[in-house]
């Protein structure tokens, strides 16, 4: 981890934040919000990533006018959530890019109507990536997501971190039972795969293996032996994390962080 000293240093300098081709890419959102709008969120994003949160910091949103589309006219009676699909890479030739895809931007909280926006696994605050200052809200799994995302980087990939459902609005996310809404984020996940044009996909979970083979392999996106479904990392009925772990790892937080970690660097063949 790089921690900032001064003003002119930062977290994660040898990283890049949605540059390369995220201007690119990121126009497979286009159908939901506007381009200005990713953009202007992205900027400020890619900010807090190298510098960290500030106190009292509240998640960036969007408004009614940055919608490219009415299909969330039907949830502004809840909070919705989405989260901006980023790049992260370094600035030296890539062997290509791995796609990580969760299952959906889950929020419980926010106004009503308001989109808020956050990010994988919360990769945009240092809290999340390198577990400083956790409280209640970061768990083992955020930073081993983002030492899994490192040990990518160090392998000569480029990663994509996007969700496999674009919205979660209303309890258990009511646009899961609206046709235009599912199928409006099945669309945006195709194109997706299409602009990104990644070497393999990782399904962190059951629910977003589905949705992408549903949405990939049946609409011709990607052949499906090229995606690769592994555990959720916060599932935690079973210790997964340790089937075929050649060492043994010491309870707590950090123990569990880096044989999660492990098992997906394992999967992965890093």
């Not at 400083?132 to 490192?150: C, L």
């Not at 646009?175 to 599912?182: A, F, I, M």
């Not at 210790?239 to 060492?247: C, D, F, M, S, V």
Request: overall charge positive.
């Amino acid at each position: 981890m790089t921690k900032p000293t001064s003003s002119t240093q930062a977290f994660d300098a040898d990283v890049l934040f949605n540059k390369g081709g995220w201007p690119d890419f990121i126009q497979s959102q286009e159908k939901l919000f506007s381009k200005e709008s990713l953009t202007r969120v992205s900027d400020g994003l890619r900010e807090e990533f190298h510098c960290g949160h500030a106190e009292g910091r509240q998640m960036p949103s969007f408004q009614r006018s940055d919608w490219s589309s009415d299909v969330l006219e039907p949830f502004t009676g809840y909070p919705i959530g989405y989260d901006l699909p980023c790049l992260i890479s370094r600035d030296r030739p890539t062997r290509g890019r791995i796609m990580f895809c969760a299952q959906d931007p889950l929020r419980k909280e926010g106004t009503p109507g308001v989109v808020t926006i956050g990010t994988f696994f919360g990769i945009d605050s240092e809290r999340y990536r390198h577990y400083i200052n956790p409280g209640r809200q970061v768990k083992a799994h955020h930073p081993a997501m983002w030492d899994v995302i490192r040990a990518c980087l160090d392998a000569s990939y480029d990663v994509w971190l996007t969700d496999a459902v674009k919205v979660f609005a209303g309890p258990g996310n009511l646009l899961l039972k609206d046709k235009r809404g599912r199928q409006l984020c099945s669309e945006i996940l195709a194109d997706e795969i299409a602009q990104v044009q990644p070497v393999r996909v990782v399904a962190l979970g059951g629910k977003a293996a589905n949705e992408l083979h549903k949405v990939a392999v049946k609409q011709g996106g990607i052949d499906g032996d090229r995606i690769m479904a592994l555990p959720h990392p916060a599932y935690y009925k079973t210790k997964w994390y340790l089937e075929g772990a050649p060492r043994d790892y010491p309870s707590g937080v950090e123990g569990l962080r880096a044989a999660k970690r492990d098992f997906y660097c394992r999967a992965l063949g890093l």
